[in-house]
Every structure is written in structure tokens, then in C-alpha cells.
């Protein structure tokens, strides 16, 4: 099982190829932040839910 872990403002291309080839291949990926949906674009531009 892999981890991918993020501190802000950090998505490398790396991460984001790995996050897409989860949601590709039909795994529910999660983001788990303090931050309220509404600033969180990046999560959204990611595909997450």
C-alpha cells in the first residue's frame, strides 16, 4: 500500500500523475484537510471529490 503525503501549496507533478492513475484505474481517493472546500481548488483540478 502506498501513502502519498502533501504539505501545502507542494503538488509536484509526481503527485499528481499518482493521483490520476488511482482515479483511473477506479480507487476513491480522499482528501483529508482542515481547509473548508471552497479554497481548496487544487483538490477539485485533481479530480478529489
Known amino acids: 500500500m502506498n501513502h ?3 504539505v501545502d501549496g507542494t503538488n509536484s ?3 499528481k500523475q499518482a493521483i490520476n492513475s488511482l482515479l ?3 480507487f476513491h481517493v480522499v ?3 482542515g481547509r473548508p472546500s471552497s479554497i ?3 483538490i477539485a483540478e ?3 471529490e
Do not use: K, P, V
Open 4 to 6: 502519498i503525503f502533501d
Open 40 to 42: 481548496c481548488d487544487e
Open 24 to 26: 483511473d484505474n477506479g
Open 13 to 15: 507533478r509526481s503527485t
Open 31 to 33: 482528501a483529508a484537510t
Open 46 to 48: 485533481l479530480g478529489i
